[in-house]
């Protein structure tokens, strides 16, 4: 059973710093993509950041620049390094992680796109809100 647990959010300033944190337990299925998405409210799921087990590394445009996905593999820790925040980065933020075993390649690409996130990821975590005043 897959686990991801996000940490981090909070209430910045506009032009402040903040790192998320995203903890997965229970994955065993080899290649994986692990992508960052976010949902404000009214508002459909979308993409962020991604990255894969190749280390191939997608960001969305309205944060290239600003955001910075990593991650830990001794720790089985992905990271969102957030940076020169703005009022719309404003949402509630998700870790998803899916097994890429017999799945299309560029499958991490593909899914930071995609306007049916849930349809590629089966894997959540509960979200971390992050609120950014002007």
């Known amino acids: 059973h897959v686990q991801l647990v996000e940490s981090g959010g909070g209430s910045v300033q506009a032009g402040r710093s903040l790192r998320l944190s995203c903890v997965a337990s229970?994955?065993?299925?080899?290649?994986?993509?692990m992508s960052w998405f976010r949902q404000a409210p009214g508002k459909g799921r979308e993409g962020v950041a991604s990255?894969?087990?190749?280390?191939?590394?997608t960001y969305a445009d309205s944060v290239k620049g600003r955001f910075t996905i990593s991650r830990d593999n001794a720790k089985n820790t992905l990271y969102l390094e957030m940076n020169s925040l703005k009022p719309e980065d404003s949402a509630m933020y998700y870790c998803?992680?899916?097994?890429?075993?017999?799945?299309?390649?560029?499958?991490?690409?593909?899914?930071?796109?995609?306007?049916?996130?849930?349809?590629?990821?089966?894997?959540w975590g509960q979200g971390t809100q992050i609120t950014v005043s002007p």
């Open positions: 990255i894969d087990s190749a280390g191939l590394i």
């Open positions: 229970g994955y065993t299925s080899g290649a994986y993509c």
């Open positions: 998803a992680l899916q097994s890429v075993f017999g799945r299309p390649g560029r499958y991490c690409v593909t899914a930071l796109t995609t306007t049916a996130a849930e349809s590629f990821f089966e894997n």
